[in-house]
């Protein structure tokens, strides 16, 4: 069992930069694939980021997020992180981390065994 929490949301403005956190509870939080997906009001859930277990070496992104966000993962801390920047108001959605039991990279929502409640990213132009 996972529990994930998110934070780091907020109000910015175009050009900005924020950075989420996604603090997950349990001991093995290595062992999960861990990913970021973020969602409009009427929209379906999207992907953003993923990021393998263990050191996290491997990484996939979005087309649309790709070289503007980075996402990276302590196992220390149990802990995800997504830096987002250069943010447009297309980025605007609550974001939301997951945690897979599939170790690899993993792009399917119905992948993903466990969901943080979601962080809302605001962007004003």
């Known amino acids: 069992q996972v529990q994930l929490e998110e934070s780091g949301g907020g109000l910015v403005q175009t050009g900005g930069s924020l950075r989420l956190s996604c603090a997950a509870s349990?001991?093995?939080?290595?062992?999960?694939?861990m990913g970021w997906f973020r969602q409009v009001p009427g929209q379906e859930r999207e992907f953003v980021a993923a990021?393998?277990?263990?050191?996290?070496?491997?990484?996939h992104y979005a087309d649309s997020v790709r070289g503007r966000f980075t996402i990276s993962r302590d196992n220390a801390k149990n802990t995800l992180y997504l830096q987002m920047n250069s943010l447009n108001p297309e980025d605007t959605a609550v974001y939301y981390c997951?945690?897979?039991?599939?170790?690899?990279?993993?792009?399917?929502?119905?992948?993903?065994?466990?969901w943080g409640q979601g962080t809302q990213v605001t962007v004003s132009s």
């Open positions: 349990g001991r093995t939080f290595g062992n999960y694939g």
């Open positions: 997951a945690a897979s039991a599939i170790p690899g990279l993993v792009i399917l929502s119905t992948r993903y065994n466990y």
């Open positions: 990021i393998s277990s263990g050191g996290g070496g491997r990484t």
